[in-house]
């Protein structure tokens, strides 16, 4: 297996991950959690839906959280392109490539563009949100982590190199990646894509999928940050909701907190990313026997990270093609 | 006057700001500065010659510091492109402009292509660099503030409106800027530039120019970081070099630092700006009569941060047309 | 002149600075200040004052702010005994020196001795106060800097030696001093006086007394809260309050940030102050002439800093006896 | 069971824990833990003996680590007394008790007490050690964590009790303890003595003793300093010496990380404990049932932190009499 080649002439311009879509059973818990933990501001919220944004984002919206009387899944990824064009460019482009695109008319996003990609995760493209001024500089208003904005999210696949070549097709390019030997001469265990100028827009996994394992947001002043988060969780009387950190990635080098939202959902925040923009700077292979790969110090991840992921709006996940 | 149009059609592809080419009278005394204080990995060095660069990048260098005999000045400000056919495209560009512009084969950034801009400030643009690891990792060896990757320079030019016209041209846009009140219908004060998808590549100061204002690295946990390296001079007896700072800008919100180097260059430290991709996120104006623009609080800043800069190698600096 | 000399068997004991008693013209502006820039927590309130106390202290109170209708001066220093029957032992022995101190009972101290100093500082002891548990890790209610406690004072005293030996008597210890030459030969400008393990209780200032320069808490992670603090103010529009700071003290070496309540009360934050117990540690001179002495770089501290105090109520300070 | 009772008229005056002298394996293995990774100052050195202190102690050592041929074990637990003639006072009081004490002349220290207390740990008590200049703001000479200052030890003892009251007798006092169901009615599990103004000089835990449990250091800014020395001991391929955290305690407050030198010694470094020298503040206990006693949030510290110690030369640990 190869790793994908980046499309320099991509049918359209994706500029980075825009936003997720998640269910909740509890829609008061979790504007609770994302507001006093995560720190996000609520842009808007309706009886049915709260829409949220980090505290340097001037977009509507980063992450969407809808009520549901089932158990709560993950409804959408979604991505943001250049501009309006680029939406009938991408869907000209599925239309192509044997995908069933269908456009919607979504509140606070406009015209959206909807697929599932090979790797059966439920995607949405947009170009356009209504604008709200930064709250970087509010300060008096930040609450917990004040989460500055969304990073990136990881989901889970079944055919990795299938899923991988449909994001090098749209132009992502990998950052880093693991497989068994730290070469593309094995199985990859996962792949870093990235578009927006840094190492993440989008991780896949090899694992049973699809399932989403976590959407990431930056923190100013991580260590100093992750900590406090934790100390009001705990002031929370919810130090189970503490999976694993703070700690560093080997794999992208930042240093990482993982929580579990109140459905379960996990929600990583971590210290700003570097940047990736030379084409010089090709991709780094880590072999999946290494232990920095996760973590460089410390004990190993607790099992529930490598287990639990949030499943997508009802569809079954099912194992890897390459790993059953 | 007008803000400058971004360029939606670029003659060719400019990625980032690459490096920054300065002169020292001495270079143990500025290897010493930068390593120790600034925390740069010194890639490689000569006789004459120093190339230095952040603890997160893996290009060549991102500062060089030539020895000279002379008054330490500034000799190029260096962008980078896409590829090396953009540097072709430039060439062709530069030459329809009635610039001139021409080529060189630099040690370490291969092709370079070198140009005055309309504000008299002195251009390379390189392609390629070759690649070293990222030392982010290398935490027994990181020093001072392991400054991260370079961010962006500040330049006096006596023309403003010309030079922001431009980068315009050349799909640099404007995030934010600073007018005697705060809209383009009075004189500008500052227009900030950007290509690498955050707020800053170059800042335009109308100002006695062509001068060279300052060159930025980010840092991690800027607030103990740059605490840090205030102390750090402190212990070597070298409380002068600490310009203005700890503290925080109101235009671009970051936490700042400006030190001087040992030839009296402005080196700022500062903490990870916003990110700006969306083509939704209109420039912000400030008024030159906002005491916030430059900082959110405490004293202004010294007289030196606004009279003193660096010139350009063999160019006597003339006060800005618009202002004299 | 000569250091004080510590009395090894002082005639009660002193154990810590307790609090502090100021004024304020308007106490919801006082409490708004306190509760969310400074982040202690109100104890208890009625009409006319307000109890204050740092997120780690039992104590009923290290700050009681009261309303006047007057200038707002400083009422009070307050410190603690041991025991109950300290204070008996101090009223003995303020009577014996000719200085007249009477017993008054004080809601939320108990009874509390009160006493003028040869500074002419207005001075209380007390013994108990109401416990109430610490809030340390009440993180959820942390606001603003979350100051943990109390640390010391700064007066200004027109006799400096008098007022030094006063407290020699008690059993103070100098840790530090500046003088004009950094010895005990030349005039003092500076002394200061420590009972509790660290460096500071009661600094002593030659300066138009008697006054009040500052109260001071301490703050965990000084970097960041110092940095936090600021933008805080910056984002209450009260950029004017950030008197001087960041920066960090040579004598004490601890990180500062002093900051103007809304009375003009000077309120200095600091990192934790260094352990002072061991008898074989002596006292610590500074030459005034050594700009370090204040702060280790950067500028040195605005006018205000050294000009601006608040009176004690209903005294009429005078210039130092040795320095007019 | 009860709590011990503090001696108000305590026969000699302990004023701080002092030192710790354990053994190791391999002095530059050894020297270069403690000066690189905690940051330790070393003092002196001879061929068998290492001297370090923390970067503000002005004694001449707060560690000692001596050369052994043997397995590595802790050697004795300095306490420092407040004046020559109390070492005296502290050997009349051992022999009128049935304590075997005796005088030695330790070089750095003077003349030594030394004594093995009820819970069978190997004492040591001195007046004096030659001073030398706080290291505080020797900023450039500061590596790793930088630690400032020995704060406690933790002990296993196998009679929690005795061991406790004999402290007790000399006048420490019980700041907060866990027992089976939180208060003095059931079986203690740790009970945390101080003398020094905070929370902690020395732990007594009922497990398998007499052993060291940890020695403890003091850090500022300590959620960036913890991360730090994690990501440091990664850079050194050292992954495994990191035990436990960065994590906050429940019991004390304070932030923590728990290493494990190379000789298997373990390091604890942590926040500044709370201050404790108000006697209204009663002793605060917690209940083993209660997971925050250990950490607030996050998984349960790894089986080693419970089950692995330093034995003191010469003497086979016992299990404890109560919980066999």
């Not at 599925?94 to 008319?105: H, M, V």
């Not at 950190?245 to 240093?255: A, D, F, S």
């Not at 996760?294 to 529930?304: K, M, Y």
Request: glycine fraction near 8%.
């Amino acid at each position: 297996m190869a790793l994908p080649v980046t499309n320099p002439a991509a049918p359209f311009e994706v500029t980075r991950l825009s936003h997720v879509v998640v269910q909740s059973a509890d829609l008061d818990r979790s504007r609770a959690f994302y507001e006093e933990v995560i720190g996000l501001v609520l842009t808007e919220s309706d009886a049915n839906t709260l829409y949220l944004r980090g505290v340097e984002e001037r977009c509507h919206h980063s992450l969407v959280i809808r009520r549901t009387a089932n158990t709560p899944a993950c409804e959408r990824i979604g991505f943001r392109v250049a501009a309006e064009d680029d939406l009938d460019r991408a869907s000209a482009f599925f239309s192509g490539s044997g995908l069933e695109a269908e456009f919607a008319e979504e509140p606070n996003q406009g015209r959206t563009l909807r697929v599932t990609d090979p790797g059966h995760l439920a995607l949405e493209f947009c170009a356009h949100m209504p604008t709200r001024p930064r709250e970087l500089a509010d300060y008096g208003s930040h609450r917990g982590a004040a989460a500055t904005r969304i990073d990136h999210v990881q989901a889970h696949v079944r055919e990795i190199g299938a899923a991988a070549a449909f994001y090098g097709g749209l132009g992502f390019r990998v950052s880093e990646y693991a497989s068994e030997d730290g070469t593309e001469q094995t199985a990859f265990r996962s792949i870093f894509l990235a578009r927006k100028g840094n190492a993440n827009d989008i991780v896949l996994a090899s694992n049973l999928g699809p399932r989403l394992h976590h959407l990431a947001y930056v923190v100013h002043d991580a260590a100093t940050t992750l900590m406090k988060v934790c100390d009001l969780l705990a002031g929370r009387g919810a130090r189970e909701q503490v999976e694993w950190g703070p700690n560093r990635h080997g794999l992208g080098y930042e240093q990482f907190l993982y929580l579990r939202d109140p459905d379960g959902h996990r929600v990583e925040l971590l210290s700003y990313p570097y940047q990736l923009i030379d084409l010089d700077d090709g991709p780094a292979g880590w072999s999946t026997s290494n232990a920095d790969v996760a973590n460089l110090w410390g004990p190993p991840a607790p099992e529930s990270w490598f287990r639990v992921a949030s499943p997508f709006d009802g569809v079954e996940p099912e194992p890897p093609a390459l790993r059953g």
